[in-house]
Structure formats: structure tokens, C-alpha cells
């Protein structure tokens, strides 16, 4: 008894050992390092964000011009990164769970094009696909003034593609209430023939009125609201107008101007990142489905069920559960690796950020440190998000 | 006669059944394999056409790549220069000697017997390191000393790679071991070490080696470039390693320690004899996909400025002389990457399933 | 875990070992960690060469020739100063910086001397911790176009696509000169001057916009230079010149002394030439500068020959500039502001004495 106190004060002591030694260590560094900015007179905090930015970022998705402050561009920065992460991982989940499947479709051809692909697109470096992609993207497409079209509002050209955007004008705010106001009214109604249909369902086991015959009465309480909104949007579409005006892309001296430009670099990152990304996909979804034994298959055959159905219903859901975590890891490398962005001048967090403010600034430190905590912050969102939908997955089973 | 019309038809019924089992064997597989023909026709002449029919092999300037296809006089010409990068010519033998002595090392674990191994796998995995720097950085046995600026190429990549691996290995076995301990701040520290290291990417780790890093040095303390690097590479890799091996350790079943434990055997004996013996054995392949992993991310150091095998291509491919050949290039990298994964991703492969066949008659079912 | 009790003892050999290995690190750190800054120019001695920060590719400047050895302006530089050091001008390692590393690498002493087109400005001098020695080469941002977009001022490039460098002065004075003049502009930034090239060759961008001496410098590895004409507009103030780390007041003497001896050299008209002749010098002001007078050297920590040995392997600012950026090399760019002062340019040293 007295053995096991003494060795667990031991344990505990020791740990205490290692957290100051740990401690120690990082008060030395960090004491050094406020010794080494002192000395070499480098401004220190963060009161840099607060600064004027004055240069110009090509692509943002909030409004950004070059008297926002360093803060702002953090921002700006953020977005795009998020907008690359989130376009890879829809984009790489659909290629890589087609090529998943192919990989094991009985036709020869999809099969080993499927295999051929996984091998060579693992197996070389992201960088490298990048730079290629980029070059590919680039090259074929023609200069701004043989820019290739559709109907002279979307256009194509080495700029960027260039669509259409929709801009407020006088008749928006009329149509914002309008619309705003009828839409209330259709839940109010919807919320109260729920309530209806509950407790009439409960009334209904107990008088013997069929459940189909409410369903029938809401079904055609809906499709009367759903009549009556699009009455109310022609008479105003006749009466006040277009709610919004669009804003075409127009030819300048240069370019294009108006509308939205999706730039070059944009479309290469995730092409990239989505074509590397489901080469790995791919491979997870292969084996997660060979995962699921062979019965089940059989089950599914026996039963009827035609081979897409017994995939989307019987083999998927099975092979979800395996699936699940190493796709999770997949979707945190696409992020991560969306920081390459700054080889092509993509400007997402680490290209404008950690590149051009922190060399505006000169604050490496707390740049670097605020860089690392977004992306350490995005992982562990990503892993939370992916374990919640693990977890209603499985309670749905 | 009969016999000659036999042996042709009974392959083309043979054909016919196999393209009907494999291409035609429903209306939607019909469709699918048809559209895949047309993409192949589509894609792959012209392919064919730029990397060999068009393409110019012989020669000696850029002004003699006339054709349309690719230029490979490019390549051949910094071939030296894509291996060896700015290492000085007349010590590249250095190189080529210690790759020489590595393949011999393996060499004799694979021709010695068992009862030598045990004395000889050792010294020659302590020995190789210090050869090899001695061969590549010199100041030894009068070799001369090639600063680590001039190191560059495929040669700096392997090197990158390699030593953070072999360097991660025994902090990612401590981190595993440290997750996996009953000492809940040990186990907390770990933990919060590997997966602060997983959820950043390489590239800040690496800007951080490079110019942030030496902030919270001392000054007159000047650590190598290429030191800090490799240094922050094995942190990066070992996080992800850890992972791999704690893998493995819990794949262990619980009644091997228990033995041990019912044997006498101390903590330290368990492990060294019992668990990581057992545990290393079935993350080889996880190991080696890690290693995969890590050979292609040394591409990005080109960012932080040093000349691994893709920066040198890139850096050739803006001589002035040799404009607008950046594509093949990046192909030949791409190439040289491919064939190093992708023997490695077999060599993994091959382990797993040798490690199951291995596995399958032993394990019982529980 | 029935095996979680007698397990525990021996794990704490692990704790105890790691304390153990902590206690000793600890120690040694201690005992190196106290904050000493020691002299750069001890250390450039102690190490035996000299750390110089120069540009990734910049033909004229600094470039990597194909057998790994750099040449250029700014690497002249550094050779001065290792020459004045050690009278050895191969005692230099160069450091490629892009321009998003230079300062960081500067204020973390991974380079003694950041000699890498850098632009002298107030708020670099003052929150970035260091210090500019000098001016090396007045300069100033212009616009490179294609000649068949028929553009011919920087005033009609409204709406135009620009391609540069991140982390340089050159965003923040594009940004300022369109809005200053009401246009719109698209920045395109890249790390390095090769991939903007790059860009700009396949298309990306309508205009490159770096320092004149950059657009000179990056014109001549263009497919066909005389498809491009460089705008007449420069649109900012560009002193370039090598930058050191603050605190060290001493190294800061040696960077900018070295800087003005290649100026003074061409203003005594002491060429490397006239160095070889071995005639002893007669008028004082040479002899001063040559160090057979007077000990300028010695209080800079240095020999009191160290100029006459930077001259003689190098040769005076002049000559520097003519091999090459002026007559002798490609670029050929006229010296106009970088002329000495007596010969109406901006380049003045002040007096050895």
C-alpha cells in the first residue's frame, strides 16, 4: 500500500518536473526572443492590424481597397482561403467517389483508367501539380481581346472567366419587403396546419380518419401558397420591374470590366488540389467499400435491388462508417495544403498575409503565430464538424 | 486443317467473351466504356505526338528544338545540374560514393546470415551517418568542406527527406509511447505536441525554420539554414509518425503485456522487447506511406529559398538561354517523383501483404 | 488494464528520465542563453566569411551563373566587404532572399548584410529594426508594356493588369500612383522575379512594374526584348542600398564606408588599373584613402589597407557598374543619377579624413 502512495507521489512529482522543465524552456526562448526585438528595435503587438494596407489584393470576397486596414486583409486572406478548402473538398469528394467506384467497376476500361489515375497523380508532388495546372490553365486560353464567349455576357479569356453579377436597383427594396412579407405569411401557415395536422393526427387514431386525407388537404394548402407566391412575384415583375439590374462584363482598353471575374489562379488551385486530393479519396472509398462483405452484396442482389441501388442503399451507408475518418484526415490535408497557393499567386492567407503584410510590417512573430492559429483553428473545426456527422450517422443506424 | 481453324477461333470466342464480360456486359456499361474510348483517342495522340513524335532529342542548344514537341535536349543538358545541384564538380564522386556504400550496407543485410546481423545491423546504422556526413560535407580525413548553400538538387531533396525521417523516428516513438503512457500530463503534452504540429501546414513550419526561428536563438548562435530546416521537418514528421506507431501499439492485444508484466519484465523491458518490436513490425507500410508523404512535401522548401530538385529545375528553366522549356522541366520532376513514390508505394504494398500472410495463420480468432 | 498498477512504477523511469534529459538541456541552455550580442564583426572572423542576402535571379544585380557562381552589382558588394575583411574576395556566402524573407532574415542574423535592392524608406529604418548603410543605386518604378498594345505613358493604363513582386515598395507605389491619378488596376503578385517573368510572358498581366534597373534587367530574358518599350513614367523615389541589422554600430560603420570608399575611389579616379601600376600615391587625400596615411582602417576595426585591397580586386564604383549593369554588359543602362555628383548625378561620399 505503501509502495503504490509513494510511486504515485513519484508519478506526480515527475510530471510536475517535466511541466516546469517544459516551462523553463519555453520562458527561455520567449525571454530571448523579447531580448533579440528589443535589442534590434523591432516593433512588437498587434497594433499593425489596425494600420492603413495600401496595396491593392486582385480577389476578395468582401469589399477591400487600399485604404483598409492589415486587419481587413487578414480577412480577405481568410475567405479565400476558406473559398479554395471549401470548392477542393466538394469537388475532390464527387471526383474521387466516382473514381472510388470506378476503381472497382467490373468494366476493364473504367477500372484500370481509374487505377492509372490514382497511380500517377499520388505519386507526384502537389507543388508540381500545381505549377502544371497552372501552365495549363494559362497557356491554351486566348488574350482578353479573343476572349472566347457565351452570348457576350460570360466570357473567357486568360484573365479569368468573367460572368454576369446582379447589382441592386430602384425596385430592390420593394421586392426585398415584398417578398420578405409573403414569405412570412407562407410559414405562419405552414407552423399552423402543423400543429393541425399533429393534433389531428392524434385525434385521428382515435376517430379512425385516415392519415392520407390530412396529408392530401396540407399537400393541397401548399400547393395553393405556392401558386399564390408566384402570383404575387409576375404582378410585381409587371408592375415595379426586374429587382435587380445586371452588370455585364464590358470590354475596356485592357479588360474586362463589370461583372465578377473568377481569376485564373483560382480555377488552377482547385483544380489542383481537387485532382490530387481524389486520387487519395479514391483510394479510401475503395476500400471502405471492399470493406463491406460479399453477403451483404448477394443480400442485396437477392432481394432485387438493381446495382446502383445496392450501392447507393445497402453498400455506401456500410462502407460510410470506414470511409468517414481517413476522409476527414483528406479534407484537413486539402486545407492545409491550399497554403501553396502563394506559388501562384493565388492571395489566400499565407500569400497575402503571411507574405505581403508580414513584409510590409516586418512582424514575423506575431504574423507566423496568428497563421499557424487560423489553420490550427480550421483543422479542429473540420475534425468537429466530420465527428458530429460520424456520430448522427451512427445513431442513425 | 480443322486444327488450324481451332486454335484461331477459339481465342477470338475467348476475345469476344472477354470484351463482353469486361466492356459490354449492360446498355450503361456500354455506354461508358464507349465514351472512354473517344476520351482516349482524343487525349492520347496528341500526347504521343509532343513527348516523342514531335519531340527533339538530339542536339545541343535550345535553338535546335525546332519541332513542335517537347525539348529533352533541355533536361539532358542540366541533367548534372538536376542531381547534384551547385555541389562542386570535381567532389561529386563524394556523392556517388556514399550512395555506393548505402546499397553495400543493404547489400550485406540481405547476404550475411542472421547471427552476424545482430552485431553488424547495429554498427552499420550508427557508422552510415557519420560516413555520410563526412563524404557529403567533408572537414574530415582531408576532404574538403562543401557548405551546405552549395548542397542542391535530387541529392538535397534525398537528403531532406531521408535525414528527417531517420530523425523523426525515435521523437514520433517517444510521442507515440508518451500518448499511449497512464501519466495524464505526459499523455496530455503529447498529444497537444502532435496535433499542434498535424494542423499546420508545412509551409509556415517551414518559413518559421527560416527566418523566424533564429529570433529565439541567442545571438552568435548561427545555426545552419539547411540544420533548421531538417530540424522543423523532423518535428513536422514526427507528429504524423507518432501517429502511425501508436497505431500499431494499440494493435497489440493487451494479454502480450500482461504477460510480460506476470514475467517480471519492467516497463522499459516490455517496450523495448515485447511491444515496439512487435508494433514497428506491422506500421512498416504506414512508415513508408509517411516517408512517401514527406519525399514529395520537400518540394516546398524551394520557398524558403533552398535549391532541392524541383527549385533547380525551376531555376534552370529561367536561364535566358533555355526560356519557355519550364514545361518539360517540370514533367522530368514529375517523372523522377513519380518513379521514387511509386516504387515505394509497391515496396509498402508488398510488406502489408506479406505482413498479412505472415499474420493469418498465427492470429485466432477471438 | 488489470496491468495498470504494477505498470506504473516502471513508467516513471520514463518521467525520471525525461526530467533527467530536461535538467541537462535546461542547463545548457543557461548556460549559452544569456544575452550577449556579440560583435558581427567578430563573428564574420570567427566564421571566416562574410553572410550576404542577395536577390534570387536579378541579371546585372545578383544572378546565379550556370556554374553556381553568382555575379552582379549587389554581389559586388558583398565581395567588397569580405575583401576589406579578409582581402579574399571569395570569403562571401550568399544567401538568395526573396522579398518577402529579406528582413526576417536580416533581423534574425542568418545574414550579416542584406545587399539585395532594397529600398531605402523611413518606415523600414524605423520599425523593421534596421539600418540602410547607403545608397547603392538610385532608382524608380516604372512600367514595362508590349509594344503592340500601342500604350505610350503610364497615364493611359487604366484598367490594366499588372504583374510584380509581394512584399515590396512597389505594391504600395502602384496602388498609390492609380488611385493618386482615379485609375483602376489588377495586381497580380508572385515571390519571385522569375515567376512574375513568367506571367508576364504567357500573358497573365498586361504590364511588369518593378524598379527601372529591374525592368532593364528582366527585359533582356524576355523571348524577344524588342517586342517590350519600358513607359517614360517613374513614379517613385527607389534608393537602393545594403541594409544591416540595428544594434551593432560598428558593422553599420564598416557597410557604409565600404559603400562610400567605391565611390570615393571613382571620384579620386583610383581605378584597379592604376592600383596595379604599385606607384605610391603623393597627394594626401589619396594616401589617406589608400591608408598609407592616417588610420581610417584600423578605427573601423579593419586594416588600414582595406580600401586599397577592395579597389584592387574590384575596382572603384565605376568600373563595378560598368561590368556590370552599364557599357559592358547587356543591360547597358545609362548611368545618369548614378553618376558621381561631379559629374551631375547623386553619388557623393563624404570626406576620408
Given at each position: 500500500m505503501l509502495i503504490k502512495q509513494t510511486t504515485k507521489l513519484r508519478a506526480w512529482l515527475y510530471q510536475a518536473l517535466f511541466i516546469i522543465g517544459i516551462i523553463g524552456i519555453c520562458w527561455l526562448l520567449i525571454d530571448t526572443l523579447l531580448g533579440n526585438l528589443a535589442h534590434q528595435g523591432i516593433v512588437t503587438g498587434l497594433d499593425f492590424l489596425d494600420n492603413n494596407a495600401g496595396f491593392g489584393v486582385i480577389f476578395s470576397l468582401i469589399d477591400y481597397n487600399e485604404s483598409d486596414s492589415y486587419g481587413r486583409v487578414f480577412f480577405v486572406g481568410l475567405l479565400n482561403t476558406l473559398l479554395v478548402a471549401g470548392l477542393g473538398i466538394v469537388f475532390s469528394t464527387i471526383l474521387g467517389f466516382l473514381l472510388g467506384i470506378a476503381r472497382l467497376s467490373h468494366n476493364f476500361l473504367a477500372r484500370n483508367i481509374a487505377s492509372a489515375y490514382i497511380g500517377l497523380f499520388r505519386n507526384v508532388p502537389l507543388l508540381l501539380h500545381l505549377f502544371f495546372w497552372y501552365f495549363a490553365v494559362l497557356q491554351p486560353l486566348p488574350g482578353p481581346k479573343q476572349s472566347l464567349h457565351v452570348a457576350d455576357a460570360l466570357f473567357l479569356n486568360n484573365r479569368g472567366l468573367y460572368i454576369p453579377t446582379l447589382i441592386d436597383n430602384a425596385n430592390t427594396t420593394i421586392w426585398q419587403y415584398t417578398i420578405g412579407i409573403s414569405l412570412i405569411i407562407i410559414m405562419l401557415f405552414l407552423i399552423s396546419a402543423n400543429k393541425r395536422k399533429s393534433s389531428a393526427t392524434s385525434s385521428a387514431k382515435s376517430s379512425n380518419i385516415s392519415d392520407n386525407k390530412i396529408s392530401e388537404k396540407t399537400?393541397?394548402?401548399?400547393?395553393?401558397?405556392?401558386?399564390?407566391?408566384?402570383?404575387?412575384?409576375?404582378?410585381?415583375?409587371?408592375?415595379?420591374?426586374?429587382?435587380?439590374?445586371?452588370?455585364?462584363?464590358?470590354?475596356?482598353?485592357?479588360?474586362?470590366?463589370?461583372?465578377?471575374?473568377?481569376?485564373?489562379?483560382?480555377?488552377?488551385?482547385?483544380?489542383?488540389?481537387?485532382?490530387?486530393?481524389?486520387?487519395?479519396?479514391?483510394?479510401?472509398?475503395?476500400?471502405?467499400?471492399?470493406?463491406?462483405?460479399?453477403?451483404?452484396?448477394?443480400?442485396?442482389?437477392?432481394?432485387?435491388?438493381?446495382?446502383?441501388?445496392?450501392?447507393?442503399?445497402?453498400?455506401?451507408?456500410?462502407?460510410?462508417?470506414?470511409?468517414?475518418?481517413?476522409?476527414?484526415?483528406?479534407?484537413?490535408?486539402?486545407?492545409k495544403n491550399s497554403s501553396l497557393a502563394a506559388a501562384i499567386a493565388y492571395p489566400d492567407l499565407v500569400s497575402i498575409f503571411a507574405g505581403t503584410v508580414l513584409n510590409q510590417t516586418g512582424q514575423a512573430v506575431e504574423i507566423i503565430g496568428i497563421t499557424m492559429l487560423v489553420y490550427l483553428s480550421i483543422s479542429i473545426a473540420i475534425s468537429l464538424i466530420m465527428s458530429l456527422y460520424e456520430k448522427k450517422s451512427r445513431w442513425n443506424q | 486443317?480443322?486444327?488450324?481453324?481451332?486454335?484461331?477461333?477459339?481465342?477470338?470466342?475467348?476475345?469476344?467473351?472477354?470484351?463482353?464480360?469486361?466492356?459490354?456486359?449492360?446498355?450503361?456499361?456500354?455506354?461508358?466504356?464507349?465514351?472512354?474510348?473517344?476520351?482516349?483517342?482524343?487525349?492520347?495522340?496528341?500526347?504521343?505526338?509532343?513527348?516523342?513524335?514531335?519531340?527533339?532529342?538530339?542536339?545541343?542548344?535550345?535553338?535546335?528544338?525546332?519541332?513542335?514537341?517537347?525539348?529533352?535536349?533541355?533536361?539532358?543538358?542540366?541533367?548534372?545540374?538536376?542531381?547534384?545541384?551547385?555541389?562542386?564538380?570535381?567532389?561529386?564522386?563524394?556523392?556517388?560514393?556514399?550512395?555506393?556504400?548505402?546499397?553495400?550496407?543493404?547489400?550485406?543485410?540481405?547476404?550475411?546470415?542472421?547471427?552476424?546481423?545482430?552485431?553488424?545491423?547495429?554498427?552499420?546504422?550508427?557508422?552510415?551517418?557519420?560516413?555520410?556526413?563526412?563524404?557529403?560535407?567533408?572537414?574530415?580525413?582531408?576532404?574538403?568542406?562543401?557548405?551546405?548553400?552549395?548542397?542542391?538538387?535530387l541529392f538535397l531533396t534525398l537528403v531532406i527527406a531521408i535525414v528527417g525521417i531517420a530523425g523523426a523516428f525515435p521523437l514520433g516513438v517517444a510521442l507515440a509511447l508518451g500518448r499511449q503512457s497512464n501519466l495524464p500530463i505526459i499523455r496530455a503534452f503529447c498529444r497537444l505536441f502532435i496535433e499542434l504540429w498535424r494542423g499546420v501546414p508545412l509551409i509556415t513550419v517551414l518559413f518559421m525554420a527560416s527566418v523566424m526561428l533564429p529570433l529565439f536563438l541567442p545571438q552568435g548562435l548561427d545555426i545552419d539554414k539547411l540544420l533548421r530546416v531538417l530540424i522543423c521537418i523532423m518535428l513536422f514528421a514526427s507528429a504524423y509518425l507518432a501517429e502511425v506507431i501508436r497505431g500499431g501499439i494499440q494493435s497489440i492485444p493487451s494479454g502480450q503485456q500482461e504477460a510480460a508484466t506476470a514475467l517480471g519484465l519492467s516497463y522499459w523491458h516490455t517496450t523495448r522487447y515485447i511491444i515496439l518490436p512487435q508494433a514497428l513490425q506491422h506500421v512498416i507500410p504506414g512508415i513508408v506511406n509517411t516517408f512517401i508523404g514527406l519525399f514529395k512535401d520537400t518540394t516546398l522548401v524551394l520557398i524558403v529559398g533552398l535549391f532541392d530538385f524541383l527549385g533547380i529545375v525551376q531555376a534552370a528553366a529561367t536561364n535566358p538561354k533555355w526560356l519557355g522549356h519550364a514545361i518539360e522541366g517540370y514533367i522530368f520532376a514529375a517523372f523522377v517523383f513519380w518513379c521514387f513514390c511509386f516504387s515505394m508505394s509497391r515496396f509498402s504494398r508488398h510488406l502489408e501483404q506479406r505482413s498479412h500472410l505472415k499474420a493469418k495463420p498465427t492470429t485466432h480468432p477471438t | 488494464m488489470t496491468s495498470a498498477q504494477p505498470l506504473a512504477s516502471p513508467r516513471i523511469n520514463l518521467t525520471h528520465r525525461l526530467t533527467k534529459t530536461t535538467s541537462v538541456v535546461l542547463l545548457l541552455l543557461s548556460s549559452t542563453l544569456s544575452h550577449v550580442y556579440a560583435s558581427t564583426l567578430g563573428d564574420i572572423k570567427e566564421k571566416g566569411y562574410v553572410t550576404c542576402g542577395v536577390s534570387q535571379s536579378l541579371p546585372g544585380f545578383s544572378y546565379i551563373e550556370k556554374d553556381g557562381k553568382w555575379s552582379g552589382l549587389d554581389v559586388d558588394f558583398c565581395k567588397a566587404l569580405a575583401t576589406g575583411?579578409?582581402?579574399?574576395?571569395?570569403?562571401?556566402?550568399?544567401?538568395?532572399?526573396?522579398?518577402?524573407?529579406?528582413?526576417?532574415?536580416?533581423?534574425?542574423?542568418?545574414?550579416?548584410?542584406?545587399?539585395?535592392?532594397?529600398?531605402?524608406?523611413?518606415?523600414?529604418?524605423?520599425?523593421?529594426?534596421?539600418?540602410?548603410?547607403?545608397?547603392?543605386?538610385?532608382?524608380?518604378?516604372?512600367?514595362?508594356?508590349?509594344?503592340?498594345?500601342?500604350?505610350?505613358?503610364?497615364?493611359?493604363?487604366?484598367?490594366?493588369?499588372?504583374?510584380?513582386?509581394?512584399?515590396?515598395?512597389?505594391?504600395?507605389?502602384?496602388?498609390?500612383?492609380?488611385?493618386?491619378?482615379?485609375?483602376?488596376?489588377?495586381?497580380?503578385?508572385?515571390?519571385?522575379?522569375?515567376?512574375?517573368?513568367?506571367?508576364?510572358?504567357?500573358?497573365?498581366?498586361?504590364?511588369?512594374?518593378?524598379?527601372?534597373?529591374?525592368?532593364?534587367?528582366?527585359?533582356?530574358?524576355?523571348?524577344?526584348?524588342?517586342?517590350?518599350?519600358?513607359?517614360?513614367?517613374?513614379?517613385?523615389?527607389?534608393?537602393?542600398?545594403?541594409?544591416?541589422?540595428?544594434?551593432?554600430?560598428?558593422?553599420?560603420?564598416?557597410?557604409?564606408?565600404?559603400?562610400?570608399?567605391?565611390?570615393?575611389?571613382?571620384?579620386?579616379?583610383?581605378?584597379?588599373?592604376?592600383?596595379?601600376?604599385?606607384?605610391?600615391?603623393?597627394?594626401?587625400?589619396?594616401?589617406?584613402?589608400?591608408?598609407?596615411?592616417?588610420?581610417?582602417?584600423?578605427?573601423?576595426?579593419?586594416?588600414?589597407?582595406?580600401?586599397?585591397?577592395?579597389?584592387?580586386?574590384?575596382?572603384?564604383?565605376?568600373?563595378?557598374?560598368?561590368?556590370?549593369?552599364?557599357?559592358?554588359?547587356?543591360?547597358?543602362?545609362?548611368?545618369?543619377?548614378?553618376?558621381?555628383?561631379?559629374?551631375?548625378?547623386?553619388?557623393?561620399?563624404?570626406?576620408?579624413?
Open positions: 399537400n393541397t394548402k401548399k400547393g395553393t401558397l405556392l401558386l399564390l407566391f408566384i402570383c404575387v412575384c409576375t404582378l410585381l415583375s409587371i408592375f415595379v420591374g426586374s429587382p435587380y439590374d445586371l452588370n455585364t462584363p464590358v470590354f475596356g482598353r485592357f479588360n474586362f470590366s463589370g461583372g465578377t471575374v473568377i481569376i485564373p489562379e483560382l480555377i488552377a488551385l482547385v483544380l489542383a488540389l481537387s485532382l490530387y486530393t481524389a486520387a487519395y479519396i479514391a483510394e479510401i472509398v475503395r476500400a471502405g467499400i471492399e470493406s463491406v462483405p460479399n453477403g451483404q452484396k448477394e443480400a442485396a442482389n437477392s432481394l432485387g435491388l438493381s446495382p446502383s441501388d445496392s450501392l447507393r442503399f445497402v453498400i455506401i451507408p456500410q462502407a460510410l462508417r470506414l470511409i468517414i475518418p481517413p476522409l476527414t484526415n483528406q479534407y484537413l490535408n486539402l486545407t | 486443317m480443322s486444327k488450324a481453324i481451332n486454335t484461331t477461333i477459339i481465342p477470338l470466342k475467348y476475345c469476344i467473351q472477354w470484351m463482353y464480360k469486361n466492356l459490354f456486359s449492360s446498355p450503361i456499361d456500354c455506354v461508358i466504356t464507349l465514351s472512354l474510348c473517344l476520351f482516349i483517342t482524343w487525349f492520347f495522340p496528341p500526347l504521343l505526338d509532343w513527348f516523342i513524335l514531335q519531340a527533339t532529342f538530339i542536339g545541343e542548344g535550345s535553338e535546335q528544338c525546332t519541332n513542335d514537341g517537347a525539348c529533352w535536349i533541355f533536361v539532358r543538358e542540366f541533367l548534372p545540374q538536376f542531381i547534384f545541384g551547385f555541389y562542386p564538380e570535381e567532389s561529386r564522386w563524394r556523392l556517388v560514393t556514399a550512395v555506393i556504400i548505402a546499397i553495400l550496407f543493404i547489400g550485406i543485410q540481405i547476404v550475411f546470415k542472421k547471427k552476424y546481423l545482430k552485431i553488424l545491423t547495429p554498427t552499420l546504422i550508427a557508422s552510415y551517418p557519420i560516413i555520410a556526413f563526412i563524404l557529403l560535407y567533408g572537414g574530415a580525413f582531408g576532404l574538403d568542406i562543401i557548405e551546405t548553400h552549395q548542397w542542391g538538387g | 575583411i579578409f582581402n579574399d574576395s571569395a570569403k562571401v556566402r550568399y544567401s538568395p532572399l526573396s522579398a518577402k524573407e529579406r528582413f526576417t532574415a536580416l533581423q534574425s542574423g542568418e545574414i550579416d548584410v542584406l545587399s539585395r535592392n532594397t529600398t531605402w524608406t523611413a518606415s523600414r529604418d524605423t520599425s523593421l529594426g534596421v539600418h540602410f548603410a547607403g545608397v547603392m543605386y538610385y532608382d524608380g518604378q516604372g512600367f514595362m508594356v508590349r509594344k503592340d498594345l500601342g500604350v505610350n505613358s503610364a497615364l493611359e493604363l487604366d484598367g490594366a493588369t499588372l504583374c510584380t513582386n509581394t512584399g515590396t515598395t512597389t505594391e504600395l507605389n502602384m496602388s498609390d500612383y492609380f488611385r493618386a491619378n482615379n485609375m483602376q488596376y489588377k495586381p497580380v503578385v508572385f515571390e519571385k522575379y522569375d515567376e512574375v517573368l513568367a506571367a508576364y510572358e504567357a500573358g497573365r498581366c498586361d504590364v511588369l512594374s518593378t524598379d527601372q534597373s529591374g525592368l532593364f534587367s528582366q527585359r533582356i530574358r524576355l523571348k524577344d526584348a524588342n517586342a517590350h518599350k519600358i513607359l517614360p513614367e517613374i513614379i517613385s523615389k527607389e534608393p537602393l542600398g545594403p541594409a544591416v541589422r540595428q544594434g551593432d554600430d560598428q558593422w553599420f560603420n564598416i557597410v557604409k564606408w565600404t559603400l562610400y570608399a567605391l565611390l570615393e575611389a571613382e571620384e579620386l579616379n583610383i581605378t584597379k588599373k592604376s592600383l596595379m601600376l604599385k606607384k605610391l600615391p603623393t597627394k594626401p587625400k589619396e594616401r589617406r584613402f589608400l591608408g598609407y596615411d592616417g588610420n581610417i582602417g584600423e578605427n573601423l576595426g579593419l586594416s588600414n589597407a582595406w580600401a586599397r585591397q577592395i579597389i584592387q580586386t574590384l575596382g572603384n564604383y565605376g568600373e563595378i557598374y560598368e561590368k556590370n549593369i552599364g557599357k559592358h554588359s547587356r543591360l547597358n543602362i545609362p548611368r545618369n543619377h548614378n553618376n558621381l555628383w561631379t559629374q551631375g548625378g547623386l553619388h557623393y561620399a563624404p570626406p576620408f579624413r
